[in-house]
C-alpha cells in the first residue's frame, strides 16, 4: 500500500509580469520546431500568442499554430493536432490558453509522439513513446492545469469527461503571468474562480492533505475567496483581482495535484456534459452541500478554514449562492438515476475523498436538491 503521505510535485514555473518575455530562452531546451495549440480567440485577445510569437521569433524557434482547441477538449480534436504536430516534426508542443488549452497539449503530446494511437487508446495509458515534452501560458485564473499531471478529455464517443494522469503528464515549462488573464469576460472570471476554490477547499478536507501541501491551501485560498467576494460585491476587475485569482488558482492547482478532487467534480461533470455549465460554475454548484456535510464530518477541519477565511459556512455558502447560474436548472429522480452510471471512477476516489464518504445513492439524491 502506497504511502498517502507523499508529494510529487515536479513543475518548472516562472512565475510573474513578463515570465514568458523575460525567460523564453528556456524554451531552446524542448526543441527548434513546436507547435502552438490555442482555442479560437482568446490566446490573442490575452496577448499571449503575440508575445509567444515575438520571443519563438528572437530565439530562433520555428512554429505552427493549430487553433481548434474547443472547451471541454475533445479526443478526437487532440488526436489531429497529434497528428498535424507529427507531420511538422515539432520537438514540443506549446499550449497557451485556458485549462481546455492547457489539458489538450498534454494528449496532443501523446498522440504526436504515437501518431498510430487511436483517440481512445490514450486512456490504455501505455504508449510505445514517450510524449513530446510541453511548455504552457495559462489564460484563465482557474484549473491550476498549468501544474498538475492531470488532461481532462472528452471522449466523443459518450459524451463522457474522463481524465488521465500521471508523471508523463505535467509540462516541462511553464510560464505564469497573470495579466494574460486580463481579458476574461466577466462570467469566465467567476466561473474559473470557483474552480480554483472548489479545488482548494475539496484538498483542504482530502485524506491526502499534508503539510507541505496546505501551505499551497494556507496562501491560495485568502487570495481567491477574497477575489470571490470582490465578484458577489460587484466590484470592477482591477489588476490586485487578476493577480490575486490568478496565482490564488496556481497554489489551488499544487493542492489538488497531490490531493485529487472529491465529489462535487464528477457531480459538476453531469452539470457540463448534459447541460452545458461551465466548469467551474459546475462544480461549485455542489459547494454548498459539501460545506454541510464539513460541518457534519470534519467539524475541526471546517473551523480552521473558516478562521483563514474570516467568514463562517454561511457567509461562505452565501457567496457562493450569489455567484452560482445553475439556480434554474431542474434534475429529475429518473434523471439523477441514469447519471448514476457514470460513477464508477468517482467512487472509490472523488466520494470516498469527501468529509464522511458519499454513496452513489447520496449523489443521486444532491443531484435533485442542490441544483433545483
Ligand atoms: P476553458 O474551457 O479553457 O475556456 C473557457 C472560455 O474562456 C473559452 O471560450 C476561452 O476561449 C475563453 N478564454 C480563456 N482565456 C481567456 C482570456 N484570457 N480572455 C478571453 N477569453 C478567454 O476554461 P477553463 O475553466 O480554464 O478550463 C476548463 C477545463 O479544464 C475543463 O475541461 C476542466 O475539466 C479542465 N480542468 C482541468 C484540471 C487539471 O488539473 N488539468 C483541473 C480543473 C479543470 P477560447 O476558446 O478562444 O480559448
Ligand atoms: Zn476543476
Given at each position: 500500500?502506497?504511502?498517502?503521505?507523499?508529494?510529487?510535485?515536479?513543475?518548472?514555473?516562472?512565475?510573474?509580469?513578463?515570465?514568458?518575455?523575460?525567460?523564453?530562452?528556456?524554451?531552446?531546451?524542448?526543441?527548434?520546431?513546436?507547435?502552438?495549440?490555442?482555442?479560437?480567440?482568446?490566446?490573442?485577445?490575452?496577448?499571449?500568442?503575440?508575445?509567444?510569437?515575438?520571443?519563438?521569433?528572437?530565439?530562433?524557434?520555428?512554429?505552427?499554430?493549430?487553433?481548434?482547441?474547443?472547451?471541454?477538449?475533445?479526443?478526437?480534436?487532440?488526436?489531429?493536432?497529434?497528428?498535424?504536430?507529427?507531420?511538422?516534426?515539432?520537438?514540443?508542443?506549446?499550449?497557451?490558453?485556458?485549462?481546455?488549452?492547457?489539458?489538450?497539449?498534454?494528449?496532443?503530446?501523446?498522440?504526436?509522439?504515437?501518431?498510430?494511437?487511436?483517440?481512445?487508446?490514450?486512456?490504455?495509458?501505455?504508449?510505445?513513446?514517450?510524449?513530446?515534452?510541453?511548455?504552457?501560458?495559462?489564460?484563465?485564473?482557474?484549473?491550476?492545469?498549468?501544474?498538475?499531471?492531470?488532461?481532462?478529455?472528452?471522449?466523443?464517443?459518450?459524451?463522457?469527461?474522463?481524465?488521465?494522469?500521471?508523471?508523463?503528464?505535467?509540462?516541462?515549462?511553464?510560464?505564469?503571468?497573470?495579466?494574460?488573464?486580463?481579458?476574461?469576460?466577466?462570467?469566465?472570471?467567476?466561473?474559473?474562480?470557483?474552480?480554483?476554490?472548489?479545488?482548494?477547499?475539496?484538498?483542504?478536507?482530502?485524506?491526502?492533505?499534508?503539510?507541505?501541501?496546505?501551505?499551497?491551501?494556507?496562501?491560495?485560498?485568502?487570495?481567491?475567496?477574497?477575489?470571490?467576494?470582490?465578484?458577489?460585491?460587484?466590484?470592477?476587475?482591477?489588476?490586485?483581482?487578476?493577480?490575486?485569482?490568478?496565482?490564488?488558482?496556481?497554489?489551488?492547482?499544487?493542492?489538488?495535484?497531490?490531493?485529487?478532487?472529491?465529489?462535487?467534480?464528477?457531480?459538476?461533470?453531469?452539470?457540463?456534459?448534459?447541460?452545458?455549465?461551465?466548469?467551474?460554475?459546475?462544480?461549485?454548484?455542489?459547494?454548498?452541500?459539501?460545506?454541510?456535510?464539513?460541518?457534519?464530518?470534519?467539524?475541526?477541519?471546517?473551523?480552521?478554514?473558516?478562521?483563514l477565511l474570516d467568514s463562517d459556512k454561511d457567509e461562505i455558502i452565501r457567496v457562493l449562492k450569489a455567484l452560482s447560474v445553475t439556480k434554474d436548472i431542474i434534475i429529475s429522480a429518473e434523471q439523477a438515476k441514469k447519471f448514476a452510471e457514470r460513477w464508477e471512477d468517482a467512487i472509490p476516489k472523488n466520494f470516498a475523498a469527501s468529509p464522511g464518504g458519499?454513496?452513489?445513492?447520496?449523489?443521486?439524491?444532491?443531484?435533485?436538491?442542490?441544483?433545483?
Amino acid at each position: 500500500m502506497r504511502d498517502l503521505n507523499n508529494t510529487h510535485m515536479p513543475e518548472n514555473v516562472f512565475w510573474g509580469k513578463d515570465a514568458l518575455l523575460k525567460n523564453a530562452v528556456e524554451l531552446l531546451s524542448l526543441g527548434n520546431k513546436c507547435l502552438i495549440l490555442t482555442g479560437g480567440s482568446s490566446a490573442r485577445l490575452s496577448g499571449a500568442l503575440d508575445d509567444a510569437e515575438k520571443v519563438l521569433k528572437e530565439i530562433g524557434v520555428e512554429y505552427e499554430i493549430f487553433s481548434k482547441v474547443g472547451p471541454n477538449p475533445l479526443l478526437s480534436v487532440c488526436h489531429e493536432a497529434g497528428k498535424t504536430a507529427n507531420e511538422i516534426n515539432a520537438d514540443f508542443i506549446f499550449g497557451i490558453g485556458g485549462g481546455s488549452v492547457l489539458d489538450a497539449a498534454k494528449a496532443v503530446a501523446i498522440y504526436a509522439a504515437n501518431p498510430d494511437l487511436k483517440p481512445e487508446d490514450i486512456y490504455i495509458r501505455t504508449y510505445k513513446y514517450s510524449p513530446l515534452p510541453v511548455a504552457l501560458v495559462g489564460t484563465t485564473s482557474g484549473t491550476g492545469s498549468e501544474v498538475t499531471g492531470v488532461s481532462v478529455l472528452t471522449n466523443d464517443a459518450t459524451g463522457r469527461k474522463k481524465s488521465i494522469s500521471g508523471v508523463d503528464c505535467y509540462a516541462k515549462l511553464v510560464f505564469a503571468d497573470h495579466r494574460y488573464t486580463a481579458s476574461m469576460p466577466r462570467s469566465v472570471a467567476i466561473s474559473t474562480g470557483l474552480d480554483a476554490f472548489s479545488h482548494a477547499v475539496e484538498g483542504w478536507f482530502a485524506p491526502k492533505m499534508q503539510e507541505s501541501v496546505k501551505i499551497f491551501a494556507i496562501k491560495g485560498l485568502p487570495l481567491i475567496w477574497s477575489g470571490l467576494c470582490s465578484f458577489a460585491n460587484g466590484d470592477d476587475c482591477d489588476e490586485n483581482l487578476i493577480e490575486s485569482m490568478y496565482y490564488g488558482s496556481l497554489y489551488a492547482g499544487l493542492v489538488i495535484n497531490t490531493c485529487g478532487t472529491a465529489f462535487p467534480h464528477p457531480l459538476g461533470y453531469v452539470l457540463t456534459e448534459n447541460y452545458g455549465v461551465p466548469h467551474g460554475q459546475a462544480c461549485a454548484a455542489f459547494l454548498p452541500a459539501f460545506f454541510e456535510r464539513a460541518s457534519v464530518y470534519a467539524p475541526e477541519k471546517l473551523y480552521e478554514l473558516e478562521k483563514l477565511l474570516d467568514s463562517d459556512k454561511d457567509e461562505i455558502i452565501r457567496v457562493l449562492k450569489a455567484l452560482s447560474v445553475t439556480k434554474d436548472i431542474i434534475i429529475s429522480a429518473e434523471q439523477a438515476k441514469k447519471f448514476a452510471e457514470r460513477w464508477e471512477d468517482a467512487i472509490p476516489k472523488n466520494f470516498a475523498a469527501s468529509p464522511g464518504g458519499l454513496t452513489p445513492e447520496e449523489a443521486a439524491r444532491l443531484l435533485v436538491l442542490n441544483i433545483s
